[in-house]
């Protein structure tokens, strides 16, 4: 579909913006409106819906955000809401057990993406399985990546090797330690809290933005 082609960067290096549900709904589409016309280059919102939420409302309301940016939308886990909502694409924690069973459900093209450890085993399925990218998590202790082990470079270095498709590099990333990456081969990162909790967010953007340049 057309929109996979969002997903290239335009640049050398790019943000990939993951959004909490959870956050007041106010702020978090006015924030989301703020990035959204400064290189954000996916917006994927995290499996963490409240129970009493109307997700489908919210996630309309994000999905016009996206749109209007023509910005990639997808969503983590869930899927399913890919056949009642026009989703650009699913993220998915774990390889999923039933991965054709899922193509066929959703019956038409989208973005696929899986997030990465230490196992390879992940990258080898993500590349047989033509996965647009893969997401390594956690780079560095992070209070939103949760349970991720800290990945090693050496494993980064390794999937370049198997993986042709993008690659980024999440958790617990700042401006101030993305030199600590500079000997990785990525595509862009992907950022939470480091923007969407922030007071500057386009402070923080920027600061992002020039040292993915200078990586």
């Known amino acids: 579909m057309e929109m996979k082609k969002e997903l290239k960067l335009k640049e050398n290096k790019g943000i990939y913006l993951v959004i909490n549900p959870k956050?007041?709904?106010?702020?978090?589409?006015?924030?989301?409106?703020?990035?959204?016309?400064?290189?954000?280059?996916?917006?994927?919102?995290?499996?963490?819906?409240?129970?009493?939420?109307?997700?489908?409302?919210l996630i309309e309301k994000i999905l016009k955000i996206c749109r209007k940016a023509e910005v990639p939308l997808l969503i983590n886990n869930r899927w399913e809401l890919l056949t009642k909502l026009d989703l650009d694409g699913v993220h998915f924690d774990e390889i999923p057990e039933?991965?054709?069973?899922i193509k066929n459900e959703i019956g038409r093209d989208f973005l696929l993406g899986i997030t990465c450890e230490n196992d390879l085993k992940d990258v080898?399925?993500?590349?047989?399985?033509?996965?647009?990218?893969?997401?390594?998590?956690?780079?560095?202790?992070s209070v939103?990546?949760?349970?991720?082990e800290i990945v090693s470079?050496?494993?980064v270095q390794k999937a370049r090797e198997i993986f042709p498709n993008r690659i980024f590099l999440a958790?617990?990333?700042?401006?101030?330690?993305?030199?600590e990456?500079?000997?990785l081969d990525f595509d862009g990162i992907a950022v939470i809290s480091g923007l969407m909790n922030t007071e500057e967010p386009?402070?923080?953007?920027?600061?992002?933005?020039?040292?993915?340049?200078?990586?």
Request: charged content about 30%.
């Open 153 to 155: 470079h050496e494993t």
């Open 181 to 183: 990456l500079s000997d």
């Open 23 to 57: 956050m007041e709904e106010t702020k978090l589409l006015e924030r989301l409106q703020f990035l959204m016309d400064k290189g954000i280059v996916a917006v994927q919102i995290w499996d963490n819906f409240d129970k009493i939420q109307d997700k489908i409302a």
């Open 171 to 179: 958790g617990g990333i700042s401006p101030e330690n993305l030199e």
């Open 124 to 141: 080898e399925w993500a590349a047989k399985n033509r996965a647009d990218y893969i997401s390594f998590c956690s780079m560095f202790p």
């Open 98 to 101: 039933n991965g054709l069973e």
């Open 202 to 215: 386009e402070k923080e953007l920027e600061k992002y933005k020039n040292n993915l340049i200078k990586k």
């Open 144 to 148: 939103s990546a949760g349970a991720c």
